[in-house]
Nanobody, 115 residues
Framework: QVQLVESGGGLVQPGGSLRLSCATS????????MTWYRQAPGNQRDFVAI???????NYADSVKGRFTISRDNAKNTAYLQMNSLKPQDTAVYYC?????????WGKGTLVTVSA
């Protein structure tokens, strides 16, 4: 059974950093791309970052230069390092993938950037 569980969210001041983790099970993470999306209150879920099977990465313009996506295949875990956080980064962050043609998402972790 494919499962994704996000962790690492919390309250942080503007300019601070957080590292989100996405622990996976039921599939081999090295064989699939991994993504991070976020959803702010009242907004749609927006793309944040992706890491491909070959570890190529791509980011939303709003986070380029501040966020870094990575994976540890041995731990079957993906990460999102977030630096220089801004209040507009406040959202629920979700990791996702597609296994066997079906999308899978975790339940999300809340990141609040506030003084």
């Amino acid at each position: 059974q494919v499962q994704l569980v996000e962790s690492g969210g919390g309250l942080v001041q503007p300019g601070g950093s957080l590292r989100l983790s996405c622990a996976t099970s039921g599939f081999t993470i090295s064989n699939y791309y991994m993504t991070w999306y976020r959803q702010a209150p009242g907004n749609q879920r927006d793309f944040v970052a992706i890491i491909t099977i070959r570890n190529n990465t791509n980011y939303a313009d709003s986070v380029k230069g501040r966020f870094t996506i990575s994976r540890d295949n041995a731990k079957n875990t993906a990460y999102l390092q977030m630096n220089s956080l801004k209040p507009q980064d406040t959202a629920v962050y979700y990791c996702g993938t597609n296994v066997g043609g079906r999308p899978y998402w975790g339940k999300g972790t809340l990141v609040t950037v506030s003084a």
